[in-house]
């Protein structure tokens, strides 16, 4: 920019194009006898914030009017947040962000109030991340408020809070935090590159599109790269443990990197209760998630040999009449359950209680006395439609689930060989998958280490409350 207020005022709005846009303002006052103008996005200034600080401008007299704006943003502006900049690329991301930037002929430099705010809902608790125990509040959509959230928790001077832009045309605020003195240096500078790198004119799906952006190997495994939470407490352990925790605007929640499946099954709860029921939850989040995969696949094998079937597990057997291939009615009741999710996110609330007694009525009891399902199908796919509830990451139940399918129709389609080719595929799919950082998915388990892998099923009470 020059020192030239006409010609700054030119080229902002040509290029903002200040007469299409109705919420970009400008008003031009004056201060200090000097003509200036100040540039902002209607509704992202406080108000009554800003009437007081035009105020002290206006007061301004010829002769206290700072030569420059350095001076200026010392003797004269009533606020904390200000910043000064020529670059005028770097001005209009700052309007485009909601900061008030205000120029006074013969200045060089604009002087920027960072006096936004924006509109936000409560930090209440979030209604996928619950816990049982522990604190209610959660990240919502303002990453500053999100940022406070971990601040409020971890009072050490090696957190940091690092923030970058990505997208040409959205300029996504994204922020790193991490512990200084104990995150993976060579990992962190790895997650800056790839951050900076990023070619794309916006990330449209925030934090899913920051994801593919980062990871772009190995898209088709399913299971997870990353771990999702709206927790501040998780985030904040995740931290103080040396990982790194990604934030991007807009989104209600935080990524956890790098991640392995131990950590995406691990939840809040484990550590808000004593050492003895944390464990329990723990093992018995890892049983039911074998169990989601392993119950259809065995089931249906075991149809197809009766004779495999223990002496007292006979009445596992289908009594009535099969009229449509068991496989068939796992492969309808797996994609009816995903119908059902999907028909209850978009139902209004008036309405979901009559829905729900419909669905339940139709997939139900008529269902099977129609002849189109059998009891014992419908009970199974019943306990993995809600087992797969029992851990808060969908991506993980979504990997599961295609596995399952994958292990149904191996299964129909090749007897025994085709279920332990679906073991042997889901085995592979674990090893050969990678964090972000380029580690182990698997690992403690692969490489071993005895001592970590313990800490991964048994919750141990922490070190400074033993006597």
């Known amino acids: 920019m020059t020192a030239s207020l006409k010609e700054n005022m030119d080229f902002l709005n040509r290029k903002l194009d200040i007469d299409k846009n109705f919420d970009l303002v400008y008003r031009v006052i004056q201060i200090g006898g000097r003509e200036a103008c100040m540039y902002f996005v209607d509704g992202f200034c406080k108000d009554e914030l800003m009437q007081k600080i035009l105020q002290r401008f206006m007061d301004i ?43 006074i002929d013969g200045y060089d430099q604009c002087i920027l109030i960072d006096s936004r705010t924006y509109p936000a809902r409560s930090v ?104 999702f939470t709206e927790r501040p407490d998780t985030a904040s352990a995740q931290i103080l443990e040396g990982d790194v925790v990604i934030l991007v605007d807009n989104s209600p929640s935080a990524m956890i990197t790098p991640t392995s499946v131990f950590d995406v099954i691990e939840e809040a709860d484990d550590y808000y209760f004593p050492p003895i029921t944390g464990t329990y939850l723990r093992l018995t989040r890892f049983l039911i998630a074998i169990l989601t995969y392993l119950l259809t696949p065995t089931f249906l094998l075991l149809t197809q040999h ?49 829905l729900s007694v419909m669905a339940a009525l139709v997939l139900g009891e008529f269902s099977v006395n129609s002849g189109w399902f059998n009891s014992e199908v419908m009970l199974y796919m019943a306990f993995v439609a809600i087992a797969n509830y029992t851990q808060a990451s969908y991506e993980l139940g979504y990997a599961i689930k295609f596995m399952r399918i994958l292990a149904l129709i191996l299964t129909a389609l090749f007897d025994i060989w085709g279920y332990i080719a679906a073991l042997l595929v889901m085995v592979i799919a674990l090893v050969s ?17 005895l001592k970590r892998l313990a800490r991964r099923f048994i919750r141990y009470r922490l070190p400074g409350a033993r006597e």
């Open 124 to 227: 209440s608790e979030p209604e996928k991340d619950k816990a049982l125990r522990g604190s209610k509040d959660g990240f919502v959509e303002t990453i500053v408020f999100n940022t406070a959230l971990i601040r409020r928790r971890i009072r050490s001077t090696n957190l940091r809070m690092e923030m970058f832009h990505a997208g040409n045309s959205s300029q996504t605020d994204i922020v790193l935090c991490y512990m200084e003195n104990r995150v993976d240096q060579k990992f962190l500078e790895q997650i800056r590159k790839r951050i900076q790198n990023i070619k794309v004119d916006a990330l449209t799906m925030n934090q899913e599109s920051l994801a593919e952006c980062l990871y772009q190997k190995k898209w088709y495994n399913p299971f997870p790269k990353f771990k």
């Open 306 to 354: 009766l004779e495999w079937i223990p002496a007292g597990f006979t009445f596992i057997e289908v009594k009535d009449t099969v009229n449509i291939p068991l496989i068939w009615q796992f492969l309808l009741l797996e994609l009816a359950i995903d119908g059902l999710r999907l028909a209850a996110v978009n139902t209004p609330n008036m309405l979901s209680t009559p």
């Open 61 to 103: 007299k010829p002769e206290e009017l700072p030569e420059n704006a350095h001076e200026m943003s010392k003797k004269c502006v009533p606020y904390v947040e200000v910043d000064l900049q020529s670059d005028f690329s770097q001005i209009i991301y700052f309007i485009m962000s909601g900061v008030f930037a205000l120029f």
């Open 433 to 449: 998958n990678k964090t972000i950082s380029g580690k182990s998915y698997i690992y403690p388990l692969l490489p071993l280490n």
